[in-house]
C-alpha cells in the first residue's frame, strides 16, 4: 500500500491520476525557512524530512513526500507569508523566467528513492494593477513562488519548459517511474 505524506490537496488529485489506490497522512516535519541558495538541496531536504516523519510511523508502507520552490537569481522563494509578500514575489517573477523544483521522494524503510525535477516558467510583464488584484484572490497564499499555474495565474504565463505537473507540485512522470521500480505499479 501506498502512503502520500501530503497535506496538499493538489498532490492528492494529482496522484490520483496514475489511478492507484493509496492513502494520505500529513507529515509533522516542520519546514526550514527558504532563503538563498541550493534551490534543488534544499527542496530535496524538505520532502526527506516529510516522507521521514511519515514513514517511521509505517514500516510496511512506501511513503511519498514532496516539496516544491521557485528559484530566482540564487533565492528560494516559498509561500509568501501575507500578502504584501505575495506582490513583491510577483513582482520579481513578471518579465522573467524562473525554475520550479519538486523534490520527490520515496520510502519504505530503509529503501529510497530520491528525485529533484526542475521545470522553467517565464512569466509574460504583470502590471502593478494585476499583481494587486491576484494577490487579492488569496490564491497566492499557500503556494511556492505566490502563484498556482493551475489557477488565474495561467494567464501569467508564457511559457514553460519541463514537466507542468511538477510545477503544481508533483512531477507524475517521474513518480510513476519511481512507483514502477519498488512495484507500487505492475
Ligand atoms: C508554483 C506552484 C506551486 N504550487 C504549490 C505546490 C505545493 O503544494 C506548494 C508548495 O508548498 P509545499 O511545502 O511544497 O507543499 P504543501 O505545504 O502545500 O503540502 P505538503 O503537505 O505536501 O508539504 O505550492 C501550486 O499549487 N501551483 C504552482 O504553480
Known amino acids: 500500500m501506498?502512503?502520500?505524506a501530503s497535506g496538499s490537496p493538489r498532490?492528492?488529485?494529482?496522484?490520483?491520476?496514475?489511478?492507484?489506490t493509496f492513502m494520505v497522512e500529513p507529515g509533522s516535519y516542520k519546514e526550514e525557512k527558504p532563503q538563498h541558495g541550493d534551490a534543488a538541496a534544499f527542496c530535496l531536504r524538505q520532502a526527506l524530512g516529510k516522507t521521514q516523519s511519515v514513514a517511521v510511523k509505517h514500516p510496511d508502507m512506501w511513503v511519498l513526500g514532496a516539496?516544491?520552490?521557485?528559484?530566482?537569481?540564487?533565492?528560494?522563494?516559498?509561500?509568501?507569508?501575507?500578502?504584501?509578500?505575495?506582490?513583491?514575489?510577483?513582482?520579481?517573477?513578471?518579465g522573467r523566467t524562473h525554475r520550479v523544483f519538486t523534490a520527490i521522494v520515496l520510502q519504505r524503510q530503509e529503501e529510497r528513492l530520491q528525485?529533484?525535477?526542475?521545470?522553467?516558467?517565464?512569466?509574460r510583464e504583470?502590471?502593478?494593477?494585476?499583481?494587486?488584484?491576484?494577490?487579492?484572490?488569496g490564491e497566492p497564499s499557500d503556494k511556492a513562488g505566490a502563484y498556482g499555474i493551475q489557477g488565474k495565474a495561467a494567464a501569467f504565463v508564457a511559457a514553460i519548459h519541463g514537466s507542468y505537473t511538477n510545477v503544481v507540485g508533483l512531477p507524475l512522470a517521474e513518480v510513476y517511474?519511481?512507483?514502477k521500480a519498488v512495484r507500487v505499479i505492475v
Not at 115 to 123: G, I, L, M
Open 177 to 179: 517511474e519511481a512507483l
Open 11 to 20: 498532490r492528492r488529485e494529482l496522484l490520483k491520476f496514475l489511478g492507484i
Open 2 to 4: 501506498l502512503l502520500l
Open 115 to 123: 528525485k529533484v525535477v526542475e521545470t522553467q516558467v517565464r512569466f
Open 126 to 137: 504583470l502590471s502593478a494593477a494585476e499583481i494587486a488584484a491576484y494577490a487579492a484572490t
Open 67 to 94: 516539496d516544491t520552490v521557485v528559484a530566482l537569481d540564487g533565492d528560494i522563494l516559498g509561500k509568501p507569508q501575507d500578502a504584501a509578500q505575495a506582490e513583491a514575489m510577483l513582482r520579481r517573477l513578471s
